[in-house]
């Protein structure tokens, strides 16, 4: 049989007695699951157990359809509010030059906007794997230039033949500040 995920209704309860709420949220007492199942049925409605752990268990008289359909519209709004964390990744070399430099920095700072954190990797090949300070300069000269905007969040460190290093933007540090779009409007 399959199992199902939600509370037990109508004919999958499987206690004698349970202790009985009505539609209204009102307790109408202790009965027989039999009966509360007649007293559900008389209404239309279905026997849901709520609370299977109590003793007795706590059944409620309610639509089950309308309750799993509402918990589901519940779930959606929960999910639409949630944020998603996104990490970007840019690559480096440890002998790039300036305008590269800039351009792939450029980058990164697109991405810090966006709220995305940012892995930046220094790839070594053949014998630049004996310079590893080359690239430690490079992550440190990108976190120095990014350090209004981001934080660094896992200081760079080798694994294999990649240094990494994480960084995370700074919140409220890309928005715009009244007094220079004042500037900007007298120009």
């Known amino acids: ?7 037990r209704i109508n004919g999958q309860i499987n206690a004698r007695t349970c202790r009985l709420i009505g539609v209204d949220g009102s307790q109408l007492g202790l009965f027989g699951v039999r009966d509360a199942q007649r007293i ?7 026997l849901v157990e709520i609370a299977p752990n109590a003793d ?13 359909y509402e918990q589901a519209i519940k779930q959606k709004a929960a999910r639409k509010n949630q944020q998603r964390v996104e990490i970007k990744e840019m690559k480096f070399r440890p002998k790039i030059d300036t305008g590269d430099y800039e351009t792939k920095k450029g980058h990164v700072m697109r991405f810090l906007k966006k709220g995305a954190r940012v892995k930046i990797t220094i790839m070594f090949r053949g014998r630049e794997m004996a310079h590893p300070e080359q690239g430690l ?3 440190e000269r ?3 230039d990014l350090k209004p905007y981001a934080t ?13 290093m994480l960084v995370a933007p700074i919140k409220g540090a890309f928005d715009e500040k009244p007094e220079d779009t004042a500037e900007k409007k007298e120009n």
């Open 1 to 7: 049989m399959a199992k199902n995920d939600g509370p």
């Open 40 to 46: 559900a049925d008389e209404q239309n409605l279905d």
């Open 56 to 68: 007795p268990p706590v059944c409620k008289v309610m639509d089950y359809g309308k309750y799993k």
């Open 137 to 139: 300069n490079v992550l």
């Open 142 to 144: 990108l976190a120095d």
């Open 152 to 164: 660094v969040e896992s200081q760079p460190k080798m694994e294999g033949r990649n240094m990494h």
